[in-house]
């Protein structure tokens, strides 16, 4: 028979298939990406146009949100194993990875909507475009732009705490909850 650290270890090399490892850690480079290039590119006016970081930061947020429905419709779908994890840290890991799933949906469909308010196409690689959500020249739109900016701190702070439990696990607890996300 196997011993029970052996099945709890096997259980946990296989919670997450490697599609599902697949899109975790694609859109670890893709958010990466946007935070470094969202930071760096020149600030934004009223006759500013798309071009350069601003054009790789609509290029590269176009392909995010395509990941992101990807990964949330394998995930209803493919369900992973649950983690062996007391109680109170099972709900907190439950409420952070909701709360990091919500932030990965609001954070980019807010700038998409000041994208269109601007009258900037969005396009998936360069070709397909998506369909503007905000009239041209909406305050709403303008608006969801600054709360854009203030929604990518939250993110930034979720993902800070869920790097943190990481590590917590890796070197506190040394459990093999990490393990989880590795291929
Ligand atoms: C999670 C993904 C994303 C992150 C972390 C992110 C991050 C940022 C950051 C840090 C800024 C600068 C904010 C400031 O200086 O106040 C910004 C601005 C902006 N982002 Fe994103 N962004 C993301 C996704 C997107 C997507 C998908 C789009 C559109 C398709 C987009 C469009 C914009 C636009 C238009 C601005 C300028 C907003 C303004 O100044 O009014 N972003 N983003
Ligand atoms: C952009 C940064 C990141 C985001 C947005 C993110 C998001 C998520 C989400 C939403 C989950 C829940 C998966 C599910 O149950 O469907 C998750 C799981 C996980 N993430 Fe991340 N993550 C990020 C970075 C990282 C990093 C840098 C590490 C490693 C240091 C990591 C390690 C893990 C692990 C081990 C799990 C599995 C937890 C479990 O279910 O036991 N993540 N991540």
Do not use: C
């Not at 992101?68 to 194993?81: A, C, D, G, K, S």
């Not at 196409?121 to 503007?132: E, I, N, T």
């Not at 943190?164 to 996300?181: E, K, P, S, T, W």
């Amino acid at each position: 028979m196997m011993r029970s650290d052996e099945a709890s270890s096997r259980r946990d090399l296989m919670a997450y298939d490697a599609v599902a490892k697949f899109f975790h850690w694609l859109v670890v480079v893709l958010i990466a990406a946007q935070f470094v290039i969202g930071w760096t590119m020149p600030d934004i006016h009223k006759d500013t146009r798309p071009d350069g970081l601003i054009a790789w930061h609509l290029g590269v947020g176009a392909t995010l949100i395509a990941v992101v429905v990807l990964r949330i419709v394998w995930r209803f779908t493919h369900r992973p194993t649950p983690a062996a994890l007391s109680p109170v840290l099972s709900v907190v890991s439950h409420i952070t990875h909701g709360l990091l799933y919500v932030a990965l949906v609001v954070v980019p469909v807010l700038g998409w909507a000041n994208a269109s308010s601007r009258g900037w196409s969005v396009r998936l690689l360069g070709l397909l475009p998506y369909p503007a959500i905000a009239q041209t020249g909406s305050p709403t739109g303008h608006a969801m732009g600054d709360i854009h900016g203030v929604l990518a701190w939250v993110l930034f702070a979720l993902i800070a705490l869920h790097v943190a439990a990481a590590l917590f696990h890796r070197f506190v607890l040394r459990d093999r909850i990490v393990q989880r996300m590795l291929p």
